[in-house]
């Protein structure tokens, strides 16, 4: 995350103090220690998410085409009868080629100028579904230990900023699984929103698959 936040040793601070405030997280034994350890992980880590996306709109058909597509579902025209312009050497111009889940999940934040802000949410979902899973399966110290390591993971912020679809499918699995036991057929309709994303997170299934009843 140091590298990705920037050149020089000042970019490196926020990276720097997240991961500190993560190994206290995990150390220490005071609730309180942790939640502002926590809070300061968390912190850094939206710095860092903040100041790439305040570079603004990439140059990157992931992040024009969903942001395309979106605002014509939402015009009430069908996203996928429309050419767009591409960043692909050769190629003016493709049709967008992720499934409808990826538009569905983008609008709340295409509402507010820029699908991103919909991977930010999805981010929030999954660090909060897999500690959620931690707890459950592992007690209240590995809920506290993968809270503290999923609020530093250093692949969030460029994944944020480039609009990668795959956080989608990401999110709803460890969504389903928390809800799957009490909530049979709510967590089956998230799990299919999430199918319907796109198809490159699909082997991940095969571990709960392989775990779970």
Request: hydrophobic residues 55%.
């Amino acid at each position: 995350m140091g590298f990705f936040n920037g050149p020089g040793l000042v970019a490196w601070l926020d990276p720097l103090a997240g991961a500190g405030a993560a190994v206290l997280v995990i150390s220490s034994k005071r609730t309180l220690t942790r939640l502002g350890g926590c809070l300061v992980a968390a912190t850094a880590t939206a710095v860092v998410v903040g100041k790439a996306l305040n570079v603004g709109p990439v140059d990157i058909d992931v992040f024009k085409f969903t942001q395309r597509a979106t605002l014509q579902l939402l015009h009430g025209r069908d996203p996928y009868a429309f050419a767009y312009p591409t960043t692909t050497p050769h190629l003016p111009v493709a049709h967008y080629t992720d499934l409808p889940g990826v538009i569905l999940l983008s609008i709340p934040g295409r509402l507010l100028g820029d699908v991103r802000l919909s991977d930010m949410l999805a981010v929030l979902v999954l660090i909060a579904a897999i500690t959620m899973l931690a707890r459950r399966y592992g007690g209240a110290e590995q809920g506290w230990r993968c809270l503290a390591i999923c609020l530093t993971l250093p692949f969030f912020p460029l994944m944020i900023l480039l609009a990668w679809s795959e956080i989608y499918l990401m999110a709803l699995i460890p969504l389903w699984l928390v809800l799957r036991d009490q909530h049979r057929l709510i967590s089956v309709v998230i799990l299919g929103v999430g199918i319907a994303t796109v198809p490159t997170p699909w082997p991940l299934l095969i571990l709960p698959f392989l775990w779970w009843r």
